[in-house]
């Protein structure tokens, strides 16, 4: 069985600060997806970003990038220039067949 | 952008109903799934469906649900017999091809609560 853990339930940034996120995983599965999904308050779920296992280099998307770590079974979420459009749920999810969902982080952004 | 669309927004319904959640997914996607999130939890897989039969389904995913493509655009969730625990945001998802190895896009959700 796949797990994936988000040890922070909450965490707080001031507004244009970095901010990173953590999430563990485990899995049997060699090649795999990982995922960082975004759900504000319309409890839409957004991708965010997404890593390709067998990638050694860390995905980027503007302000949002990993630090994909296999050995470790770490997929940490950095947001730099934190903005107060990024207060949200932040969910880590890994993909087999369904996606196998984190807890999920509530990440407040102070101005 | 292209979308996937959730119908209705929310539903509400009394214990023993049945309930049918519609969805559209994106066009050219192939693969499609419903998931579940009940309030102040994480988001849970149900179903997978591809080439119109179902590819995976999680123990959540019992006798009281079912799923259907009844035409070439819709996907249906059926829940029968809703009991309150059934109370929940159910998201449609779906992907182009296949989800271990392609991003899987959700809908806005669904807000069933059961009375």
């Known amino acids: 069985a796949q797990t994936v853990t988000q040890s922070q339930p909450e965490m707080s940034v001031q507004e244009a600060e970095t901010v990173t996120l953590s999430c563990t995983y485990d899995?049997?599965?060699?090649?795999?997806?990982l995922f960082w999904y975004k759900q504000p308050p319309s409890r839409q779920m957004i991708l965010v970003i997404r890593q390709e296992a067998y990638k050694q280099q860390n995905a980027t998307e503007n302000r949002f990038s990993v630090n994909f770590q296999k050995a470790a079974k770490s997929f940490s979420l950095k947001i730099s220039d934190s903005q107060l459009g990024d207060a949200a749920m932040y969910f880590c999810a890994l993909s087999a067949d369904g996606l196998t969902f984190g807890k999920g982080t509530h990440l407040i952004i102070q101005p | 952008e292209p979308e996937v669309t959730q119908t209705p927004s929310h539903q509400v319904t009394q214990m023993g109903q049945e309930v049918i959640l519609r969805c559209v997914p994106i066009s050219n996607h192939l693969y499609f799934y419903w998931y579940r999130q009940i309030l102040g939890q994480k988001v849970e897989f149900l179903v997978s469906?591809?080439?119109?039969?179902?590819?995976?389904k999680s123990e959540i995913f019992d006798d009281q649900f079912s799923v259907e493509r009844p035409d070439g655009s819709n996907f249906t969730l059926k829940i029968r017999s809703t009991k309150l625990e059934d109370s929940a945001m159910y998201f449609c998802?779906?992907?182009?091809?296949?989800?271990?190895?392609?991003?899987?896009?959700f809908g806005p959700g669904t807000r069933l609560t059961v009375l």
């Open positions: 899995t049997s599965e060699s090649d795999y997806y």
């Open positions: 469906f591809y080439n119109n039969e179902i590819s995976e």
């Open positions: 998802a779906s992907s182009e091809s296949l989800a271990g190895t392609d991003t899987q896009y």
